[in-house]
Structures are given as structure tokens and as C-alpha cells.
């Protein structure tokens, strides 16, 4: 079955980018969307937005200045970069896969989820 | 951006007793663009119900989903010792926004 695994630095330096990359296994990334998503320490989830094998992408408002996602079908990964971080994007960064919306033939369309985690990497902002 | 709130953060309930768990959206969403996930500590998140009320494979059917327009409703009938966990919810609009989630501990 389908396996994502994220990796990157651990520890990242206030002002510098931040670089994951989640590779994924069992699977072909040609289909669906990836996507990242983080979780401060004792927080709730946050989507940080997702990416579809094309390279089209769609990121949260609040992040979309600071973050770039890219795709490489080659390898089977898709990367996250965050731009000028600060101790508040220390967080657990996990990958998943989303399924998106299937669109029914009446104009209505399901959320199918995001049915693949990663195991989750953390991420430390400090000097 | 649609925030969705779940609370009460924290509710206790007996083994096989019936939870529900609210998520109230600020503005209307389309019931079958919500998700819902559970985490246990130190785990990621897996996906429990998708497009408002289908349970993903292998999610006992225990777990139920109610609601439609701002309010909906996570019911688990009878819960037993692996439900004690962590539960959000997710709506996939313009921009997909996660509940603040709702922890369910033992009594």
C-alpha cells in the first residue's frame, strides 16, 4: 500500500527556509494531490496546502508569501519550502495524500479525504 | 477562510457510553466536503469519514456523521478503549481549514 515519508533538517535557524521533502512509496505520485500539513507543539492541525502531479498548487492564505511546493514524478517526492521562519512554524510537518473532490454527474461533487499520513517530522526554529 | 470550532477541547465519557462531538462552521459548507480524522498521541492522523458521512475502510461503524450547513455531529455509538483520542474536523472549500479538535478521555 501507499507509504509517504517525510525528511528534512530538524532543526532550522530564525530567518532561514525551511526544506522537506516527502517521498512516496507503493504508489505512483501521478494521481491525486499531496499535501502538507503541520501541528505546533499541543496545537491542532494546519493546512499548509497541497500540490497535484501537474504542479498546480493551492496554499493556505495565511502562509501562501512564504511557501513553495514542487513536485518531481521522477523520484516519486514532492517538497515543501517555507521562507523566513520563526519559532512559531516549530511544528510536527507531516505529508499526506488528499484525494481531492470526485465530481458526481449532478454538479454535486465528495470530499474523499486525505488517506495517507506520513509518520510526521519535527521541525525546530531556533538559533 | 471558514473556521470551523469544535468544542468543548476536552470531553470525558465511561467505556460504551455515546459521544458526540460538535464542529460548527462560520459560514455554510457543503456537507459532503467534510472529513473527519482521529490522532492518537505521538501518531498521525487518519481519516475516520469523508464526504460528510462515509467511513474509510476498516473504521468501525460505531462511527457516525449528522449535521448539515454549520453544524455537524460526530457520534461514536459505543466507545471502546481505542477511542479515547483526538478528533478534528475538516472542510475541503477554497482554502481546507481543520477543527481546533476535540479530545475524548476516559471518566
Known amino acids: 500500500q501507499v507509504q509517504l515519508q517525510e525528511s528534512g533538517p530538524g532543526l532550522v535557524k530564525p530567518s532561514e527556509t525551511l526544506s522537506l521533502t516527502c517521498t512516496v512509496s507503493?504508489?505512483?505520485?501521478?494521481?491525486?494531490?499531496w499535501s502538507w500539513i503541520r501541528q505546533s507543539p499541543g496545537k491542532g492541525l494546519e493546512w499548509i496546502g497541497f500540490i497535484y502531479f501537474s504542479g498546480n498548487t493551492n496554499y493556505n492564505p495565511s502562509l501562501k508569501s512564504r511557501v513553495t511546493m514542487t513536485i518531481d514524478t521522477s523520484k516519486n517526492q514532492f517538497s515543501l519550502k517555507l521562507t523566513s521562519v520563526t519559532a512559531a512554524d516549530t511544528a510536527v510537518y507531516y505529508c499526506?495524500?488528499?484525494?481531492?473532490?470526485?465530481?458526481?454527474?449532478?454538479?454535486?461533487?465528495?470530499?474523499?479525504?486525505?488517506?495517507?499520513w506520513g509518520q510526521g517530522t519535527t521541525v525546530t526554529v531556533s538559533s | 477562510e471558514i473556521v470551523l470550532t469544535q468544542s468543548p477541547g476536552t470531553l470525558s465519557f465511561s467505556l460504551g457510553e455515546r459521544a458526540t462531538l460538535s464542529c460548527r462552521a462560520s459560514q455554510t459548507v457543503t456537507n459532503t466536503y467534510l472529513a473527519w480524522y482521529q490522532q492518537k498521541p505521538g501518531q498521525a492522523p487518519r481519516l475516520l469519514i469523508y464526504?460528510?458521512?462515509s467511513r474509510a475502510p476498516g473504521i468501525p461503524d460505531r462511527f457516525s456523521v449528522s449535521g448539515s450547513g454549520r453544524d455537524f455531529t460526530l457520534t461514536i455509538s459505543r466507545l471502546q478503549p481505542e477511542d479515547f483520542a483526538v478528533y478534528y474536523c475538516q472542510q475541503y472549500g477554497t482554502s481546507p481549514t481543520f477543527g481546533g479538535g476535540t479530545k475524548v478521555q476516559i471518566k
Open positions: 464526504g460528510a458521512s
Open positions: 499526506a495524500r488528499d484525494l481531492g473532490l470526485v465530481w458526481l454527474g449532478d454538479s454535486q461533487a465528495i470530499y474523499y479525504g486525505m488517506d495517507v
Open positions: 507503493g504508489g505512483s505520485i501521478r494521481t491525486y494531490y
